[in-house]
């Protein structure tokens, strides 16, 4: 099975060819990468736009930051901030995604123009979200979480990061799909950055094929996190604000790609939407190079040329009967069906 066909489909969303590319819009005013940027309507509205002129597929709106720390806001409150921004780029045509832990903003969203439905808790913060959610029909992402970080890095301790976020998750996956949420509609993130240190997260991304082996489309999140700006910081020197992670961030995204991932999110669309095209172009070469009849002539010559391979010398002329073909060298009964290929 190719990475792309391993990669999944989300019913009730487009189908892309690629590892999908979801732009981010937070409509906040303390959030970790944009500082508020976009807390006004039109700027959010705007700045949507342009992530999917830029190559987004789709955009992910949250009106909370999830940051560590942050506190949350009310209800009233983020239906103010998310749901204009909803209306206003689905009302363009974009397929939106919201990322919220309540119900009732998730249910506005959607009855908004959204398509989809981004918890980072995954239906733990509101008992309300699977029954609503199932009840539109929408798709799901169910993230790993283990509480809320207002008090700094939650349960962030692990014996087996990789076997416990997979375990949580299955069991979070079979609560959503108790609830009534279609087995084709649910995406599975691993909550990157989320009561998880550094060396938790690089894990992770080291073993994303544990993670696609729970059968669901994965989105990966690692756009602009501390730990890539761990990763970055040199020995004496502090780790680069959030907006100068761009770069490593389309790393991972190639790297999610590569391992199969269905999309990653993301916060500067250009450089990811390239790494995604890459990654998908080197999948394509890798498929044709292993297909039927994919081995050239070109390959053959070569093979023939390789150091120590055996030319056969051309018969004499002389031996051939009255009329044979003398346009084709003997050479050519090598590639008669079920001769060994060249490598």
């Known amino acids: 099975m190719s990475k792309q066909s391993g990669r999944g489909r989300v019913a009730g969303l487009p189908e892309w060819d690629r590892c999908a590319v979801m732009g981010v819009v937070n409509v906040t005013p303390d959030s970790f990468s944009d500082g508020g940027r976009f807390f006004d309507t039109t700027a ?7 992530l999917v002129a830029e190559g987004a597929d789709l955009v992910d709106v949250g009106g909370e930051s999830t940051r560590p720390g942050a506190t949350r806001v009310d ?13 206003g780029l689905a009302s363009e045509g974009v397929t939106v995604s919201v990322d919220t832990m309540r119900a009732s903003v998730a249910a506005r969203s959607l009855a908004a123009g959204a398509a989809l439905v981004n918890d980072v808790s995954g239906g733990l913060a509101d008992p309300a979200m699977i029954p609503a959610v199932a009840e539109t029909g929408a798709p799901f992402v169910v993230m790993h979480w283990r509480g809320f970080l207002e008090g700094g890095n939650v349960k962030g301790v692990y014996d087996d990061v990789v076997a416990e976020v997979v375990d949580e998750l299955r069991a979070r996956v079979e609560a959503v ?3 009534g949420i279609a087995p084709d509609r649910v995406v599975v993130d691993p909550g990157l950055g989320f009561s998880k240190d550094a060396e938790h997260d690089l894990v992770l991304l080291a073993h994303l094929d544990r993670l696609l082996a729970l059968g669901h489309p994965l989105l990966v999140a690692a756009s602009r996190k501390r730990f890539l700006g761990r990763v970055l ?9 959030a907006r100068e992670r761009d770069a490593a961030t389309a790393a991972v995204s190639a790297l999610a790609a590569h391992a199969g991932a269905w999309a990653v999110r993301v916060h500067e669309v250009r450089a990811t939407r390239d ?3 890459v990654a998908r172009a080197v999948e394509g070469a890798r498929t044709a190079t292993h297909a039927p009849g994919a081995h050239t002539a070109r390959g053959a010559q070569a093979a023939d040329h390789a150091p120590g391979a055996v030319t056969p010398s051309p018969a004499p002329t002389s031996h051939r009967a009255p009329g044979a073909d003398t346009t084709r060298p003997a050479r050519a009964s090598q590639s008669t069906p079920g001769a060994e290929g060249a490598r």
């Open 75 to 87: 209800e009233a409150e983020e239906l103010k901030r998310v749901i204009p921004v909803v209306r």
């Open 275 to 277: 790494a995604v095209r």
């Open 233 to 241: 910081a040199g020995p004496q020197s502090a780790p680069p604000p």
């Open 177 to 179: 799909l108790a609830g």
């Open 44 to 50: 959010a509205v705007k700045h949507g736009l342009e």
